[in-house]
């Protein structure tokens, strides 16, 4: 039995005879292989509860044996993990699209481009805090274009709620923030 095949009789086994199960598999690797970019888990279930294709429990339970059958692969990403389709993933969505609802595929393949855009945009604008000491946070706060880092700053402060507050006001209001500092940087100053 070669490597394909093997693979293949896991992800039918290991689904069972659920139609449904089948389903919501093939749509969580559809979606993954047409965003065409490694996303995080936290995006993937964003997408997959607004658009009401199965439960959160469902998704982490399909997600996790996907990987487990190595038809998802993970990469880390500074402090998060990325998942994109794996080549048996490739393969068994090449053999079993079929067995997506038309409608749902349709529904994917209208909006990708603004998936596609939306999640591109969450990655290059990034925001988090540390805890430095007990009085300490650092705020991280990034801007990219492509895979280019535009701006970067680390800021430390007293308060969590501080820190909190900056990392909000900079995921909300990147383009301004961003516009302010290089104005006040590029001002002639006497």
């Known amino acids: 039995m070669d490597e394909f095949t093997r693979k293949e009789g896991f992800f039918m086994n290991s689904l069972g005879s659920n139609k449904e199960v089948v389903e919501n598999k093939l ?3 559809y979606l993954i292989d047409k965003i065409n970019v490694p996303v995080s ?4 279930t964003k997408l997959i509860l607004e658009n009401k294709f199965m439960n959160y429990f469902l998704l982490q339970q399909f997600l996790n044996e996907l990987l487990e059958g190595k038809f998802l692969d993970e990469e880390a990403s500074g402090d998060k993990i990325l998942y ?3 080549q048996a993933g ?3 969505l090449e053999y079993f699209k079929g067995m997506i609802p038309s409608g749902i595929k349709k529904r994917i393949d209208n909006s990708i481009s603004a998936i596609q855009k939306k999640i591109k945009n969450e990655t290059l604008i990034t925001a988090d805090f540390m805890p430095e000491s007990e009085n300490e946070f650092i705020a991280c706060c990034k801007v990219g274009e492509d895979n280019f880092t535009l701006m970067e700053i680390k800021v430390t402060v ?3 709620n501080d820190a909190r507050a900056i990392c909000s006001n900079w995921k909300n209001h990147t383009q301004n923030i961003y516009a302010e500092i290089i104005d006040i940087l590029t001002r002639k100053r006497e």
């Open 27 to 29: 749509i969580l690797l």
């Open 158 to 160: 007293g308060t969590r």
């Open 41 to 44: 888990n936290m995006q993937i």
């Open 90 to 92: 490739k393969q068994s």
């Open 84 to 86: 994109k389709t794996a």
